[in-house]
């Protein structure tokens, strides 16, 4: 009986659709994240009767044909990149990025890594790093006397050093875009990879053409909204539900074509 495995279909795709949503909720306080929302497409179909088929010897055609769906298949789960909130944290190595762009960052392999968690540090060689003590591209280092640290819009960090009142200028904080954002593969650890989905990455200053800017003493909040994914879990509950009904409506039928006489 094909509503068997159809409906099998349908829970694992409603399961997949949980397991993604609970991932987004579980995510709502996590600094730069962007949630994601789950696609799904039906399966192929069995022709009972070809639509377009001959029907006679005239030449009459089939107007409709017979068709019956096998199901449904998880497509993909896309990461929705929008704005997260801007919340200030006082923090001067704390940062954000208002607008297109990513943080670079080298990981201990030597390869790069994209992020747009900007809750930065200082190694202790004063260069600044993510929480994991990854370096920020392209490797900017606070002197050891410096009294203040400023970051201006357009990623250039400043200075400040002990006896001095001019602020000097140590480095430039570099950004990345890449043609299809949703290409990057996640690592884990607020950390991406490009990806032959994402395109080669295009690199620039802050406020230049095509990059956002970088916004010094805040840092960017997942844009998970809550009311909308509970709203989502409690569809595919009901959906997880439905499926599971035909399940046992299909079992039903089986039992009575067995208890025949």
Do not use: C, H
């Not at 203040?148 to 480095?171: D, E, H, K, R």
């Amino acid at each position: 009986m094909r509503s068997l495995d159809i409906a099998g279909t349908g829970m694992q795709a409603q399961q997949t659709n949980v397991e993604v949503i609970s991932n987004n909720i579980a995510n709502m306080t996590t600094t730069g994240f962007k949630r994601r929302r789950a696609e799904f497409q039906d399966l192929i179909y069995q022709n009972l009767r070809r639509v377009g088929a001959s029907s006679s010897d005239s030449g009459s055609v089939v107007p409709a044909g017979a068709q019956v769906g096998l199901g449904v298949k998880t497509a993909a789960i896309y990461r929705i990149n929008e704005q997260g909130n801007l919340q200030q944290t006082s923090n001067s190595l704390d940062v954000a990025v208002r607008g297109n762009g990513y943080f670079q960052v080298t990981l201990p392999s030597g390869d790069t890594a994209y992020t747009r968690d900007g809750t930065f540090g200082l190694s202790p060689s004063g260069t600044i790093v993510t929480a994991d003590g990854y370096v920020v591209q392209p490797g900017i280092t606070i002197p050891n006397n410096a009294t203040s640290i400023a970051i201006n819009g357009a990623g250039q960090v400043q200075a400040t050093l002990s006896g001095q009142t001019t602020p000097q200028t140590v480095g430039t904080i570099q950004l990345a875009a890449f043609p299809n954002e949703a290409g990057l593969e996640a690592q884990g650890d607020n950390l991406f990879i490009q990806s032959a989905a994402s395109g080669n990455a295009v690199t620039g200053a802050p406020a230049s053409p095509g990059f956002g800017t970088v916004l010094q003493g805040f840092v960017e909040t997942s844009n998970v909204n809550v009311v909308s994914e509970i709203t989502d879990l409690i569809t595919a509950q009901r959906a997880y539900e439905m499926n599971s009904r035909v399940i046992t409506t299909s079992d039903q039928m089986l039992s009575t074509l067995t208890n025949l006489r």
